[in-house]
């Protein structure tokens, strides 16, 4: 934010000017308080774009940066600066709920997890979590699950953005939320209890070699691992739940046709094959592909 002085017109205005520090967000923050202190936005959108910058090309460089983001936006929640209740008598309900949706991105990690294990490990057993398929119950679910897909996936070519792309959008939903949301959970946790710190994690933005430039274009995932990082949470956690995942589909489809009890394990195998179907690049990756890292 930069200080203007135009003309007497605005002598009675209290010009300020700087950023709201202490939070790995500091532009969130920031807008919060201004919006508080009276701030109204306003939508532009030229067609001359006036701001253009990179953003990451690699998984790894999404992870982290998406880490950061959640994590700060969350430590606004837990601060004295929930929108919620910091916004009370200052901004209308739908506004700061809108700044609580990014606030708890880090929390969906939780009922995320629980929907990628918990239905494969009950699969695996033959139980069934939700409804069959011929019960008015399973109405919901099916309905949830269709209109959300069906808006993001119209939003998204709308915006100019490819069925390819759609699905990629999909899939880094889940990484994040098992991944970068999840230790930014953690990491809100331990700092409560004064066991660690904030940390700001810088996200580099630049393609690695060639090779990972053309992937991006071609809307190909690119991990972009190196050595010093190749233990990060995102092979590891991911692969686990992508060999459980995988495991249950086949099991659960077995008993399904040996039982003819499909209908009431339907749910259940459709969540696993998409998680198995949104984890395909980490199958290539693991299996087919060859990827260059730095130090070993």
């Known amino acids: 934010m930069f200080r203007f002085h135009i003309g007497s017109l605005f002598d009675h205005l209290k010009w300020q000017m700087g950023l709201k520090y ?3 967000v500091e532009d969130v923050i920031t807008g919060l308080i201004i919006h508080c202190r009276g701030w109204r936005s306003v939508y532009f959108n030229p067609e001359r774009k006036g701001f253009l910058g990179a953003s990451p090309t690699t998984l790894l460089q ?3 940066q998406h880490k950061r983001w959640s994590e700060g936006n969350l430590q606004i929640v837990l601060s004295k600066y929930c929108p919620l209740f910091y916004g009370h008598g200052k901004l209308k309900l739908g506004h700061r709920m809108g700044y609580c949706i990014y606030g708890l991105w880090a929390a969906n990690s939780i009922p995320t997890l629980f929907y990628l294990t918990i239905p494969s490990l009950f699969l695996l057993k033959g139980v069934s979590l939700f409804p069959e398929a011929s019960s008015p119950w399973f109405v919901p679910f099916a309905y949830v699950a269709a209109a959300k897909n069906a808006y993001s ?3 998204s070519l709308v915006s100019v953005d490819t069925l390819v792309g759609w699905w990629n959008i999909q899939r880094m939903w889940m990484l994040k939320r ?6 930014a959970t953690i990491d809100n946790m331990l700092e409560l209890v004064g066991a660690s710190k904030a940390a700001f994690a810088i996200t580099a933005k630049v393609a690695e070699n060639d090779d990972s430039a053309k992937r991006y274009e071609r809307e190909v995932m690119e991990f972009g691992t190196t050595a010093s990082a190749g ?3 995102v092979i590891i956690g991911t692969t686990a739940l992508i060999n459980l995942a995988m495991a249950c589909l086949v ?3 077995q008993r399904a046709v040996a039982n003819q009890s499909l209908g009431g394990l339907l749910i259940q195998n459709v969540v696993c094959g998409l998680v198995v179907a949104l984890n395909l690049p980490i199958y290539e990756a693991m299996f087919l592909r060859k990827l260059r890292t730095r130090g070993g």
Request: glycine share 10%; charged share 10%.
């Open 22 to 24: 202490g939070c790995a």
């Open 62 to 64: 999404t992870l982290v």
């Open 153 to 155: 996936l119209v939003e």
């Open 178 to 183: 098992t991944t970068s949301y999840l230790f």
């Open 231 to 233: 233990e990060m949470f």
């Open 251 to 253: 099991v659960g489809l």
